[in-house]
């Protein structure tokens, strides 16, 4: 049988601990984009869930520390593109810190929707939508995302998602 005690004080986990046992949460790996008079930004993102479908509506968690914060707080409007499995490389593209935001839009084919934020082509999914809500909690943002746009490209079922598990990537075969 595992040892489950903790080695600190109970009811308050440990970062470290934190951290490893969200690891074993997968997340689906998203890129949020933004464009407007802040300017175009985008990054690598896992925390985003929906929270109903009437409105449709979603929630992104974004770090405030993060340099594009004020991208997305300044346009207040956002899009999640959903990632395939073969996009994996845009996944790193778009949390390299040594790369600005022209670069990375330079590599991958985008297209603006409803509100302007750029949907990037081949995601399985691009949710566009105006950020409606924001609560900051710890050192994150919450950006409540009420939907403007849903564009599912006709193979994306056909297509393998890309998930996040374990401090790795996976393919998820679509469905029998």
């Known amino acids: 049988m595992t040892d489950l005690r903790l080695a600190h ?3 308050v986990p440990s ?4 951290r490893t046992g969200l690891s074993l949460l997968p997340g689906g790996v998203t890129i949020i984009t933004t464009d ?6 985008g990054f690598t993102a896992s925390a985003v869930c929906s929270v109903t479908d009437a409105p449709p ?3 992104v968690c974004m770090n405030r ?3 594009a914060h004020q991208f997305f707080t300044g346009n207040r409007v956002l899009c999640v593109n959903v990632l395939a499995a073969a996009q994996q490389p845009l996944s790193a593209l778009f949390s390299n810190r ?3 935001m022209a670069q990375r839009f330079e590599q991958c084919a985008w297209q603006p929707l409803a509100t302007g934020a750029p949907a990037i082509e081949g995601a399985l999914v691009n949710l566009d939508g105006e950020i409606v ?8 943002s919450v ?6 746009r849903v564009h599912v490209p006709e193979d994306a079922v056909q297509q393998a998602g890309l998930a996040y598990f374990n401090r790795g990537y996976h393919a998820l075969a679509a469905a029998a």
């Open 143 to 148: 950006f409540i995302v009420e939907l403007r």
């Open 57 to 59: 509506t979603v929630l």
């Open 133 to 140: 809500a924001t609560h900051d909690v710890g050192t994150h």
């Open 65 to 67: 520390s993060s340099f």
């Open 9 to 11: 004080a109970p009811g």
């Open 15 to 18: 970062t470290a601990d934190f």
């Open 98 to 100: 040594d790369m600005t």
């Open 36 to 41: 407007g008079p802040a300017g175009r930004a």
